[in-house]
């Protein structure tokens, strides 16, 4: 570790090694008033454990500061801060006031977060990992969204204490995150943030860097835990001006990372919940006639609120040859407001096509229909009614939130795969995403028809040759057989049977559900197969044995149209009622993809 120094006899020509293992690199302490700008007026307020809260509170003693109040969050010597006033739990806060916060919760960060917004003071944050440091983005708190910054991380191992000293060794008791002097390095350019604010310029110089990070607008404490990091393109969370951003420090290799902050929805923010029926046909009308969303330009637009760590979802990787054939993708979706364990990854949704793009496109239209489920979550539980749109009638129609907002289906355990509520779903237009709910709800009807006593199937031939990839997959894969489903509820479906899988697809044509049944047949053989990774759930339904088989020759694949009039038919004739209700809750999401919907089968 490099030795202390007071600020008098610490020699000049010491320089902290670039990338040293302890990282306790030296910053000029800040000094209020220096500069040609003002000095920030108002109160400082510093919280933190122990061993940050110590260094924040020599930092300000050092800067100047005059009225500083103090918090201790964690356990420790409560007289250990002496002449400084405490800052009580309860206390009123004021758009002058400023607020320095180490801490090594989301959840406490999150929560002062909100009261600084509330009062509109001047907020700067750290998070304290083992193996991390995130820094919040800088500035008043009601403009840099910093509550949602904590709210939406995730991705943390669970903390276990470290075999030996974290970062270089440990100044104070066992289990200390950081270095006393690393602390100390941290706090000054935290401090240095807000003293700099509306000035040009740097609160501190790092020697040994060979230069200055500019903390006024984007705050240089990503370096902090780093040690001598060099400022680099990630410098920083940004002010109020800039679109808001945590930065995330390896503290073991001095590495860092931009990481975007996506303001959380609000519950009750959904246009047709809240909203009066004016507000909502004016919703429904647009997306109506809305313009199709192009595939290309919304895997292009994903990207700026894709994050493995902060993001709406996770980040849509290239797509890899999967199984037969196909190619594969999987994006990770996490919950926005369900409680997230430290290794929860969230729930993983897959998408699959003959290529690439195609996997991609499925994967993250999967991906935002989870994620808007998820996101109606709170309100559905708050027993209110919302404007629905009656798919028999044209009508809007009121219907209660419970049965609106479909309840997520946990996964079995975090990261392994998920599958979408019945009747959810995801299109560029909405066509296509009411024609997909609908198709969801007829093939689970489907699914409960073939299973009744006394059902019998007629054989469906499979081309001998030619066909889509899939189906030529499906050949090569052993000897398919295929059973025309469409009479039991008098729309185009199939049923296929590959080794001991059957699965079941309806389509607008018999031929589109032949299709789609081929790519789940191969997709469920694949996952008897599989050695290593989760795959996708694929669901499958009780073989149609050979007394079940309906007298007479194979039916030809050709013929057979439904669309969604007849899907709508077919639902109605069973006393269902189709409603599609927009899951509208988080506007991140409805600006990338407006057309995320539920429909809701109401009996009647």
Known sequence: MCPRWSDDDRPRDEVAPQGSADGDAYVHPPTRGAGPGRAPDGRLLLAGEDHELRALTA???????????????????????????????RETLTADDTVLHVARSTAELAATADRCAGAGAWLGQMLVHPDEMWTGPLGPADRTAAASAWRRLRGFPPQVPP????????????GTVFAAGRAEWITNRLLGAWLSQGQEGTAGTVEGTGGTGNVGAAGAAEAGAAGAARAGDAEGGPGPAEEPYLVCTDVRTSSSSRHPVVPLPRPGRSATRAGTETGARVAFLGRIGGAAVEAARLLERIDAVADARTGLIGPVPEARPGPAGLWECAVAVPDPFGPRPAEAPGVTVWGHGPDAPSARLAALLDALAA??????????????????LDLVTDRLRRIPAAEAYPAPTPPPAPGTPYRLPTGVEAGLTWADAVEAALTGHCEALVTHRLAGPGVRVPRLALPDHGGSAALRALRAAGEPVAHDLSALISVPACAIRLGDATV??????????????AVRALLAREKGVRLTGAGPVVPTVPSVTPDREAAGPPLSVEGGTSGRTGLVEALRARGRTPVAVLLDHDPQAVSLLPYLVHVALLDG
């Open 59 to 89: 930092a300000a003693e050092r800067a100047g500061c005059r009225d500083v109040r103090v918090r201790r969050t964690g356990e420790g010597d409560t007289e250990a801060f002496g002449g400084l006033t405490a800052w009580a739990e």
């Open 163 to 174: 075999a030996g000293p974290v970062g270089g060794g440990a100044d104070g008791p066992a």
């Open 371 to 388: 994620y808007g489920t998820l996101a109606a979550a709170p309100d559905a539980r708050s027993g209110r009614e919302v404007w629905g």
């Open 504 to 517: 079941v697809a309806v389509a607008a044509t018999r031929s589109e559900a032949l299709e789609a049944a």
